[in-house]
């Protein structure tokens, strides 16, 4: 199956600090690219989707100055959680949709834990 | 309001044995369904999907079956195993834009 790759797979940080999450689609281009936020035993919960060269579109209550998403190629999108608070430590994970199939396949999810 | 859902939120079953999961979905529209695997603080991994113009689709030790009268889905496991343990959670795609929408999902113990 395709592979999406989300890099790192954990950090920690200090609160006020920014952190950077990239997603990367390996083998196939995603026409579109999601961001979740997944707390322990629960469902995932949609952030934003991307588009490849246009602005993220945003899931009502997300803060889009808090969470801001790049999309720079059809197998690039980065998340960047802007001055981080303990209440931003979560599990986020990525997905890529391929351009030819529509199929949606994960990155491996970065677990954020703000100090 | 409409949604995705699971009917049972944990699942235990004996090593050998076959797993069924169910996800109930109630947008008409839907016409793609995923089945994904997602193990402890890892990504959910892609099992097997199914369109809407299919009632029945199989892969490696997985069946996935689609009734659209009454807007469900299961997941067949054969001869399940100790690494199936995990949360399974289904999605749909609705005909009317890209954006998935997923279930609770439900936890898939195996007893050795």
């Known amino acids: 199956g395709a592979v999406v790759s989300q890099h790192p797979s954990r950090v920690i940080c200090k609160s006020g600090t920014s952190v950077k999450i990239e997603c990367r689609s390996l083998d196939f281009q995603a026409t579109t690219m999601f961001w979740y936020r997944q707390f322990p035993k629960k469902s995932l919960m949609l952030m934003a989707t991307?588009?490849?060269?246009?602005?993220?579109?945003?899931e009502q209550g997300v803060e889009k100055d808090k969470f801001l998403i790049n999309h720079a190629s059809l197998t690039l999108s980065t998340l960047t959680v802007t001055s981080a608070h303990p209440e931003d430590s979560s599990f986020y994970i990525c997905s890529a949709q391929t351009a030819l199939d529509g199929k949606l396949f994960f990155g491996s999810g970065t677990q954020l834990s703000v100090l | 309001g409409e949604s995705v859902g699971l009917h049972l939120p944990t699942l235990s079953v004996q090593e050998g044995d076959n797993s069924i999961i169910n996800c109930a979905y109630s947008?008409?529209?839907?016409?793609?369904f995923i089945w994904y695997k997602q193990e402890s603080g890892k990504g959910p991994q892609f099992i097997i999907d199914i369109r809407s113009n299919m009632d029945k689709r199989q892969g490696q030790r997985v069946t996935v079956l689609l009734n659209k009268t009454v807007k469900h889905l299961s997941l067949q496991i054969a001869a399940t195993q100790p690494g199936d343990s995990a949360v399974y959670f289904c999605a749909e795609l609705r005909n009317t834009g890209n954006q998935f929408y997923f279930g609770t999902g439900t936890s898939l113990t195996v007893i050795p």
């Open positions: 947008n008409s529209a839907s016409d793609y």
């Open positions: 991307s588009n490849e060269g246009s602005k993220a579109t945003y």
